[in-house]
């Protein structure tokens, strides 16, 4: 396992970070201690939960864990979220003062711990004027209920404006991004990307295989059946079946880390994994497994480095379908500008 500091902090956390959205749906209580000790096994300190995730179930089971292993609390970096609905009530869901004050008071009793190491807004809210909920944070982490703050699903212009606004209104700074980030999703680079390189925020990437898309077991023009996910529902969120399909893009990257893998001799997934590792800003990535053998092979990618050529042919397959402007060529040309070369006399 390699390691990194999480966004421009000191914090040090595994450049894999183990994401628990399955624990309490997917994943029942004894499989999820399965991969909670795996993970640390192999070396992990940093775990990604929120409180939405099986209503509250999945912190739930990270807590019991953390009580039954308390000795580990110390050497993990435990992050969690909130924003959206837990329960019917009109103030149960956004990033109001109100709304965040009774949800991490709620996470942290569901976690057991006196605070979390990351909180962070789980998606923007429209109706909530984002100095407040910066304000919020600052005073959470003031208060000693969290040690730092992050958002997740931000554009560009909001996590420039938060990030901007920190400063401006003196209140801790956003450290972290999560967003969806894989071979078959990189629009981030068009601006979050930069945006993160400049202000420091680390990217903590979720959905790193697409939803098993790159995992290699989705065929062309055959929709999937059986206990996977797009078996299951093939209409499945942003990784749904049909859409995918029929980009021809789709299966140029798939072919290229199928490629990549057998050069190398892993999985798939381990390959679209180091290749997310290695990419700018990235502090750890979000994975996401059923099973702890779906767990264990997502873990080889940790110490896996692609060498250049490998990462070059996996950056051209992957290329965003863009138009001229403002991300294509047209448009970068008309940010781009060198130095003058001044020829001797």
């Known amino acids: 396992m390699r390691y990194r500091t999480l966004g421009a902090t000191g914090t040090v956390v595994s450049t894999l970070c183990l994401g628990t959205m399955t624990f309490g749906a997917e994943t029942d209580e004894a499989g999820s201690f399965a991969q909670l000790d795996r993970f640390v096994e192999a070396g992990g300190t940093f775990i990604d939960t929120a409180d939405v995730y099986s209503a509250g179930v999945s912190e739930e089971i990270v807590g019991r864990w953390l009580r039954t292993r308390p000795k580990l609390r110390d050497r993990l970096v435990i992050a969690t979220k909130g924003r959206f609905p837990m329960g019917p009530?009109?103030?149960?869901?956004?990033?109001?003062?109100?709304?965040?004050?009774?949800?991490?008071?709620?996470?942290?009793?569901?976690?057991?711990?006196?605070?979390?190491?990351?909180?962070?807004?789980?998606?923007?809210?429209?109706?909530?004027?984002?100095?407040?909920?910066?304000?919020?944070?600052?005073?959470?982490?003031?208060?000693?209920?969290?040690?730092?703050?992050?958002?997740?699903?931000?554009?560009?212009?909001?996590?420039?404006?938060?990030?901007?606004?920190?400063?401006?209104?003196?209140?801790?700074?956003?450290?972290?991004?999560?967003?969806?980030?894989?071979?078959?999703?990189?629009?981030?680079?068009?601006?979050?990307?930069?945006?993160?390189?400049?202000?420091?925020?680390?990217?903590?990437p979720w959905s790193p295989l697409g939803g098993g898309w790159l995992t290699g077991k989705y065929q062309r023009d055959n929709t999937p059946t059986g206990a996977t996910r797009l078996g299951e529902n093939p209409q499945r969120g942003v990784e749904a079946y049909a859409g995918r399909n029929a980009e021809e893009r789709t299966w140029r990257v798939i072919d290229a880390v199928r490629h990549v893998a057998g050069e190398r001799g892993v999985s798939m997934s381990a390959v679209a994994?180091?290749?997310?590792?290695?990419?700018?800003?990235?502090?750890?990535?979000?994975?996401?497994?059923?099973?702890?053998?779906?767990?264990?092979?997502?873990?080889?990618?940790?110490?896996?480095?692609?060498?250049?050529?490998?990462?070059?042919?996996?950056?051209?397959?992957?290329?965003?379908?863009?138009?001229?402007?403002?991300?294509?060529?047209?448009?970068?040309?008309?940010?781009?500008?060198?130095?003058?070369t001044v020829s001797g006399q």
Request: some cysteine; glycine content about 8%.
């Open 273 to 340: 994994l180091a290749w997310l590792q290695a990419r700018p800003a990235v502090t750890s990535v979000i994975l996401g497994a059923r099973t702890t053998a779906q767990l264990d092979d997502n873990l080889t990618a940790a110490d896996l480095v692609l060498d250049a050529d490998q990462m070059r042919l996996l950056d051209e397959a992957s290329a965003p379908l863009v138009g001229d402007y403002p991300y294509g060529g047209a448009g970068v040309r008309q940010r781009a500008r060198d130095l003058p």
């Open 89 to 204: 009530g009109a103030n149960d869901a956004g990033l109001s003062r109100v709304h965040l004050t009774r949800a991490l008071d709620a996470s942290l009793r569901r976690l057991g711990v006196e605070a979390v190491d990351l909180y962070q807004a789980h998606a923007w809210d429209p109706l909530t004027p984002l100095p407040e909920t910066l304000r919020f944070f600052d005073d959470a982490i003031r208060a000693g209920k969290i040690r730092y703050a992050g958002v997740s699903n931000f554009t560009g212009w909001q996590l420039q404006k938060a990030a901007l606004l920190t400063q401006h209104l003196n209140l801790s700074p956003i450290v972290t991004l999560q967003p969806q980030y894989n071979l078959l999703a990189r629009e981030i680079e068009f601006e979050l990307v930069p945006v993160c390189e400049n202000e420091g925020i680390g990217i903590l």
